[in-house]
C-alpha cells in the first residue's frame, strides 16, 4: 500500500512537472515568436524559474498522487466519471466554483504573504523575476507551494465534480498562471480591457502586481482586489518591453529586439 501511494505521488509530481515544461515551454516559444528578444538576457533568472518550477511540482504533486490514490483504490472525494451521476448544471457550477474558491484561497494568502515577514520568507523569490517570464508560473517557495497544494486536493471533498471539468479546472489554472507571467497580452481585448476585463485577470492586472507590490493581489477575478480597495487596474508592458530591447541591444542581437520593442499591449 505504502508503495502505492508513492508510486501515485511519483507519477503525479511527473504529470505536473512535464505539464509544466510543456506549457511554458510552448508559451516562452510563442513569445520568441511574436516579441523575438523579450526574454533576451534573462537566460539565468529563467534556469531559477524552471528550477524553483520543477522544485514546486513536488510540492504540488505529493498530495495530489495520495488524493488520487485514494480517489481510485478507496472512492475518496467527491470526483465523479459518470455525467448523469449530478444534474448536467453541476459541470459549469463546479468549474465556477473551484476558480471562486481557489481565487479566494490566493488571494488572502498572497495578500498575507506581502507582509513584511511572510514576503521575506516565502514570496520574495517569486518577485526575484523582474520582469517574470512564461517560465515563471509556478516558480514559488517551497512554503508559497505549499499553500497552493493544498487547495484542489481539499476542494474534491467538498464539491462533487465530474473528472472532465476537474481537467477543465486544472488547464485554465495551468494556462493563466503561464500566461500572466510572459510578459505581452495574449487575450482578446475585451478581456482585459471593457466590461469583462473589469472582473477578470489576465496578463494586464498581474503586471501591475509584479510592478508596484501592493496591489492586484487576485489570480483569476478582481472582485476581492476591488471590494478591499487593492485593485490598482492594469498595467502596462510599454516599459518593460523598452527595457527587453534596451538588455537585448546590451547583449547584442539589438535588431530582433528592436522589432518587439515598445508595442505596449498587443491584442
Ligand atoms: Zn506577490
Ligand atoms: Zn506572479
Redesign the pocket.
Known sequence: MILAIVLSAVAMTLIVGLRYLATSGAFAGLTRWRHPGLYQGLDPQMRREIWWSLASAGIYGVPAGIVAWGWRTHGWTRVYTDVHAYPLWMLPVSVLAFLLLHDAWFYWTHRWMHRPEPFRVAHAL?HASRP?TAW?AMAFHPIEALTGAVVIPLLVFVIPIHVGALGLVLTIMTVMGVT??MGWEIFPRFLWSGPLGDWLITASH?QR??ERYGCNYGLYFRHWDRLCGTDQGIGDFARDHARAAARARRVGGGDAADRGRGTGRPA
Do not use: R, S
Open positions: 517569486h517574470p515563471a500572466n507571467h498581474h502586481h509584479h
